[in-house]
Nanobody, 124 residues
Framework: QVQLVESGGGLVQPGGSLRLSCIAS????????IAWFRQTPGEEREGVSC????????YYADSVKGRFTISRDNDKRTVYLSMNNLQPEDTAVYYC?????????????????WGQGTQVTVSS
């Protein structure tokens, strides 16, 4: 089982940037697609982005396409989510999770093994 720890969230003004990190505890990370999803109170989870383990193919929700970039460094067992031009509607707790390969292109769950999350707040 892979354990994931998210970090890098914070408070940023509209138009600003953040880079989130997701660090895995085990080498099994190399074989797992990793997705980022976000959640706000009272709302359903929203898949944000996903990256496959071998060829590194990346997928994005329409709401973040062109603004967010996902990448992975298997040597560091880390997946990054670089977020640019952040807007108030991006405010949420962001989680990274493992997903099945068939769901990665749809940036959808089921999500498993997520960590404690990291809060992103976009406000002036």
């Amino acid at each position: 089982q892979v354990q994931l720890v998210e970090s890098g969230g914070g408070l940023v003004q509209p138009g600003g940037s953040l880079r989130l990190s997701c660090i895995a505890s085990t080498l099994a990370f190399d074989y797992h697609p990793i997705a980022w999803f976000r959640q706000t109170p009272g709302e359903e989870r929203e898949g944000v982005s996903c990256v496959l383990p071998i060829d590194g193919s990346t997928y994005y929700a329409d709401s973040v396409k062109g603004r967010f970039t996902i990448s992975r460094d298997n040597d560091k067992r880390t997946v990054y989510l670089s977020m640019n031009n952040l807007q108030p509607e991006d405010t949420a707790v962001y989680y990274c999770a493992t997903v099945e390969p068939y769901s990665c292109p749809y940036v959808d769950g089921p999500f498993e093994n997520w960590g404690q999350g990291t809060q992103v707040t976009v406000s002036s």
